[in-house]
């Protein structure tokens, strides 16, 4: 089960494919990748299409997918706004690999997700233009149909515009819409959502609420609620809800108590006369909701503590071989006073293993059993060899 990665910082596209060909070559010592992903700078836009179909046609992957993006992640480095392309290649034998292809033009989302074969144990690593495909939509269909099907993967960033991006699957490429691959079979990937923030406070039942507004906490008016917890706060925590405040609903209510890890995070949005709140996603009555801060020294514990997760008890942890990274535009050198922090974090705690990503609009992971789209996030994808005896 090999794995390798390769950086270049050539501004030529030329130049940066001929120097990740032979490190992936050392790498792959002349083996057939079963799976190669590409995320490419703006700078290599136009000629994204033409190196996944050289790899497809030269024999060096079965199968390809890719986006551009405006930072990229690959070997130990993240590449923020220069040029960048990085390549990712494994050997998966015996692994089920299925290319889908959602067309905005070509059908509901339903009838695409039609198209996916058995999904329960599946994982499907999906890239989508963020003008052009309702990721929310999508992940409330499959969330329904389709359970038991694990969504990873990102929003491709590397365009401002309707059809500046670029979508790579198996020599093709599409400017809308999403491209996916979904594995299955003997490997074991491991799905790992870092949002980075803390809770403050203590938990509230929402009694009052409509779409995205809360109007009451508790019976109480939910900004009256919101001071109450504000006054309690050690003076660390008040600055940095003046940083930026932020909310989190309780995904799975059925449980005794509820820590870090337990709730879908979104952002406050701002306040009204009337004493509500608004916040970045839908709410209602009955769900439990706690205030969360983020800053980056909550954000570096919080994804070292998500990749040190322990498994249940049944569950022997494998080796990890590889790694995908899709992390937050407002991460990197926005948020941390260092570069490379996200990869550097990976292979802190699993090794110096093989990593490619990029930095999207919109990470997408599982949390609590059900798929999600993230912001401030790093969603990390990690492929482990099963452990033996």
């Not at 203590?202 to 009052?208: E, F, P």
């Not at 337990?262 to 439990?288: H, W, Y």
């Amino acid at each position: 089960m090999k794995c390798v990665s390769a950086l270049s910082t050539a501004r030529s596209t030329s130049t940066a494919f001929h120097q990740i060909l032979e490190r992936l070559d050392a790498g792959l010592e002349g083996t057939t990748a079963d799976l190669t992903l590409v995320f490419g700078s703006k700078h290599h836009a136009d000629n994204l299409g033409k190196m996944s179909q050289a790899f497809i046609e030269q024999g060096r992957t079965r199968h390809i997918l890719g986006s551009t993006g405006e930072a990229i992640i690959g070997e130990d480095q993240e590449i923020e706004g220069k040029p960048a392309l990085a390549v990712w290649s494994i050997e998966l034998p015996g692994v089920e690999i299925q290319p889908v292809r959602f067309d905005p033009g070509g059908g509901s989302l339903r009838q695409s997700l039609a198209t996916l074969n058995d999904v329960a144990g599946s994982t499907l690593i999906l890239l989508a233009d963020p003008f052009s495909f309702g990721v929310n939509d999508f992940l409330k269909l499959a969330n329904e149909h389709s359970p038991g099907l694990r969504i990873v993967g990102g929003i491709a960033s590397g365009g401002a515009e309707p059809g500046v991006n670029r979508l790579l699957l198996d020599g093709e490429t599409h400017r809308d819409g999403a491209v996916a691959i979904r594995l299955s079979g003997p490997v074991s990937i491991r799905t790992v959502v870092s949002q980075g923030c803390r809770p403050i406070g203590h938990t509230m039942l929402v009694t009052k609420a409509e779409q995205n507004v809360i109007r009451e906490l508790g019976r109480r008016p939910a900004l009256e609620a919101l001071r109450d917890v504000f006054r309690s706060l050690p003076q660390q925590d008040v600055d940095k809800v003046q940083e930026g405040l932020h909310i989190g609903r309780v995904i799975n209510e059925y449980q005794d108590s509820f820590q870090r890890g337990d709730f879908l995070v979104s952002n406050v949005m701002g306040a009204d006369e009337s004493g509500a709140i608004q916040i970045s996603d839908l709410i209602r009555v009955g769900q439990t909701v706690q205030f969360h801060v983020r800053d980056a020294e909550t954000a570096d514990e919080d994804l070292r503590e998500s990749l040190l997760q322990k498994r249940g008890p049944k569950e022997t942890p494998g080796e990890p071989v590889g790694a995908l990274i899709f992390s937050c535009n407002g991460r990197g050198t926005r948020l941390f006073e260092t570069p490379n922090h996200d990869v550097d974090v990976v292979h802190e705690v699993l090794g110096p293993i093989p990593a490619a990503g990029f930095f999207a609009m919109g990470e997408l992971g599982p949390v609590g059993g059900q798929n999600f789209i993230h912001g401030y996030t790093a969603s990390v994808v990690v492929f482990e060899k099963p452990a033996s005896g």
